[in-house]
């Protein structure tokens, strides 16, 4: 009876060290980055998502701030943030960031803005991307539904661990998901 005790004891151990090691081995972790490259003589600032946990990482929900306000599209916030004018047709690249998954070591970018179209915006968004002004809240999920919230732009490697992603007042997600077209 002490054997089996002793058994049951050691099986239990191993199934939460076990537990551990699955969550570990599929830790989702989502990073920040922001830059300017120069590509064919053209300077280039780029912002984006990185997966660079272990594990792929389900996007549950995404919310952009400048000072303190929320904005849907990056349209908007081109125009709080950096004097964008939407009338003027200015081209830029953006990319949905809610409601996907990255895989690690996927990359998502969500802005991309170039010097050629409009100087004076491309050098207020090069001084954005790297402000505290600017905030990136965004919750995700490993693949067992484990989920973290964090303001990416603060670099940090702890995110807050929560029991479920809630949706901002404001997603950011171009309005497609909000109905905010």
């Known amino acids: 009876m002490f054997v089996s005790l002793i058994s049951l004891v050691v099986a239990v151990d191993h199934g939460h060290t076990m537990e551990r090691l699955v969550a570990a081995n599929s830790w ?3 990073s920040y980055g922001a830059g300017t490259n120069t590509v064919n003589g053209i300077p280039r600032i780029h912002m ?6 272990v594990g792929p990482a389900k996007i549950e ?15 908007d916030f081109l125009k709080a943030c950096c004097g964008f004018d939407p009338a003027a047709g200015t081209p830029f690249d953006s990319d949905l960031l809610p409601h996907q998954v ?3 070591g996927e990359q998502i970018e969500f802005l991309g803005f ?3 179209a409009d100087p004076t915006v491309f050098a207020a968004l090069q001084r954005a991307i790297l402000s505290r002004d600017l905030q990136l809240n965004i919750c995700y999920c490993s693949i ?5 919230k964090a303001d990416l732009t603060l670099l940090s490697l702890k995110p807050d661990q929560v029991q479920a992603c809630v949706q901002p007042k404001l997603p950011f997600d171009q309005g497609i998901l909000s109905g905010n077209r």
């Open 114 to 116: 170039t010097q050629s």
């Open 28 to 30: 989702p972790f989502l």
């Open 61 to 75: 929900s995404a919310e952009l701030t400048w000072k303190g306000v929320a904005y849907g599209s990056d349209q």
């Open 102 to 104: 990255l895989r690690a």
């Open 48 to 53: 984006h998502l990185s997966s660079t946990g």
């Open 144 to 148: 067992f539904d484990d989920c973290w």
